[in-house]
T-cell receptor, first 115, second 110 residues
Framework: GAVVSQHPSWVICKSGTSVKIECRSL??????MFWYRQFPKQSLMLMAT?????????EQGVEKDKFLINHASLTLSTLTVTSAHPEDSSFYIC???????????FGPGTRLLVL | EDQVTQSPEALRLQEGESSSLNCSYT??????LFWYRQDPGKGPEFLFT???AGEEKEKERLKATLTKKESFLHITAPKPEDSATYLC???????????FGPGTRLSVLP
């Protein structure tokens, strides 16, 4: 399967600060990047979809000004949680997809705790 | 609206006790049905893709089957290391986002 990395794997921050999460596809070019959020004992919730070089498309209820997504290259995408609050504490998972591929692989996830 | 449900929500088995997990779906079309395994604190790990009714895939103690309405993940003689949450997802047509089910939390006791 594809090799996907995320950094950091976990982060603790104070309320009001911004946190950037990086997602890298190490052995293929990710033309599309999906970002998910997962709360404890719940399934994955799609937050947004981005294509390389284009603006992200956000799911209903996800604030685009709060969750900034950058997909400037085929191997790197970032998710920035701006002015984080305790309710943003969650497990964030990226999922890159290459052109012509049908299987989605996932990163190892980033656990965010906002105090 | 595309929907995916999974049952049971949680399943506890003794080591060696075979069972099946269910994934039922209602979608406008079916490009593919995907099974993933997720360990606590980790991202989902891809297991299988099924494309058409009647298709079966196997990997070690796992076997996935597909009908027009549902998919089953059969676990034969499970071991404690099979304990995880098993997620299924469907893709209605090529390029569309995956719709995930809520998952089944499997615990295999030694």
């Amino acid at each position: 399967g594809a090799v996907v990395s995320q950094h950091p794997s976990w982060v603790i921050c104070k309320s009001g600060t911004s946190v950037k999460i990086e997602c890298r596809s190490l052995d293929f070019q990710a033309t599309t990047m999906f970002w998910y959020r997962q709360f404890p004992k719940q399934s994955l919730m799609l937050m947004a979809t981005s294509n390389e070089g284009s603006k992200a498309t956000y799911e209903q209820g996800v604030e685009k000004d709060k969750f900034l997504i950058n997909h400037a290259s085929l191997t790197l995408s970032t998710l920035t949680v701006t002015s984080a609050h305790p309710e943003d504490s969650s497990f964030y998972i990226c999922s890159p997809r290459g052109e012509g591929t049908e299987t989605q692989y996932f990163g190892p996830g980033t656990r965010l705790l906002v105090l | 609206e595309d929907q995916v449900t999974q049952s049971p929500e949680a399943l506890r088995l003794q080591e060696g006790e075979s069972s099946s997990l269910n994934c039922s779906y209602t979608v406008s079309g079916l490009r593919g049905l995907f099974w993933y395994r997720q360990d606590p604190g980790k991202g989902p790990e891809f297991l299988f893709t099924l494309y058409s009714a009647g298709e079966e895939k196997e990997k070690e103690r796992l076997k996935a089957t597909l009908t027009k309405k549902e998919s089953f993940l059969h676990i034969t003689a499970p071991k404690p290391e099979d304990s995880a949450t098993y997620l299924c997802a469907v893709q209605a047509y090529y390029g569309q986002n995956f719709v995930f089910g809520p998952g089944t939390r499997l615990s295999v006791l030694p």
